[in-house]
Nanobody, 125 residues
Framework: VQLQASGGGLVQSEGSLRLSCAASGRTFSGYVMGWFRQAPGKEREFVGAIRWTGGRTYYADSVKGRFTISRDIAKATVYLQMNRLRPDDTAVYYC???????????????????WGQGTLVTVSS
């Protein structure tokens, strides 16, 4: 399994960015695809996740209402649309893939078997 994250960059506060995570190597039926982020000096934290089958989404409270996760099954790509960005959203963003059936702990980075390389998002005030 390979995950390739892209789309990061520098944006002003209240701006928007869309991150992409291109997945390859197998079919992802039953997987959970997650987004995590790690700010300087902080631990990696859960941002949100989506179930490949069915498309159910989950979000951290800190991004609920501002971020939206979606997936394009034909392109095997997961997206993280980030709106109303704030300086405290500045971090390296990682996408991960969590295999079934043990993917009920989608909010826990330890549950994920595969990770992309990360993409840096910087939000200026």
């Amino acid at each position: 399994v390979q995950l390739q994250a892209s789309g990061g960059g520098l944006v002003q506060s209240e701006g928007s960015l869309r991150l992409s995570c291109a997945a390859s190597g197998r079919t992802f039926s039953g997987y959970v695809m997650g987004w995590f982020r790690q700010a300087p000096g902080k631990e990696r934290e859960f941002v949100g996740a989506i179930r490949w089958t069915g498309g159910r989404t989950y979000y951290a409270d800190s991004v609920k209402g501002r971020f939206t996760i979606s997936r394009d099954i034909a392109k095997a790509t997961v997206y993280l649309q980030m709106n109303r960005l704030r300086p405290d959203d500045t971090a390296v963003y990682y996408c991960g893939a969590d295999e079934p059936p043990t993917n009920i702990y989608y909010f826990n980075q330890g549950s994920y078997e595969y990770w992309g390389q990360g993409t840096l998002v910087t939000v200026s005030s």
